[in-house]
């Protein structure tokens, strides 16, 4: 079983920056899929980062180029470090993990492609 919790979330400014951490625990090791999703109020939830065991990065189009998914397999942590945050990035954040089979190697964004999914950390931006 993987344990997962979020940290780092809050309240910023439009054009600021947060880093967000996943620590992570349990029966997991560094090939595992590692990604983070958010979610708005009224919206699907979406992954917008990912990474794998051998440290090839996904990135949806919403935050390419602004947002860094990074893991330390020494520390069991997974990190998104978020830059130029805009009031769109509002949203409830969340880790999953997921051993590296064939649909999550595939469709690292797919939310039925993780097993294992941390409670969430809220990060608000505003003027």
């Known amino acids: 079983q993987v344990q997962l919790q979020e940290s780092g979330g809050g309240s910023v400014q439009i054009g600021g920056s947060l880093r967000l951490s996943c620590a992570t625990s349990?029966?997991?090791?560094?090939?595992?899929?590692m990604a983070w999703f958010r979610q708005a109020p009224g919206k699907e939830r979406r992954g917008i980062a990912a990474i794998g065991g051998a440290g090839k990065t996904f990135y949806d189009n919403a935050v390419k180029g602004r947002f860094t998914v990074s893991r330390d397999d020494a520390k069991n942590t997974l990190y998104l470090q978020m830059n130029n945050l805009a009031p769109e990035d509002t949203a409830m954040y969340y880790c999953?993990?997921?051993?590296?089979?064939?649909?999550?190697?595939?469709?690292?964004?797919?939310?039925?492609?993780?097993?294992?999914w941390g409670q969430g950390t809220q990060v608000t931006v505003s003027s």
């Open positions: 349990g029966n997991i090791d560094s090939t595992y899929y």
């Open positions: 999953a993990a997921e051993p590296p089979h064939q649909q999550v190697q595939h469709f690292p964004f797919m939310v039925a492609a993780y097993n294992s």
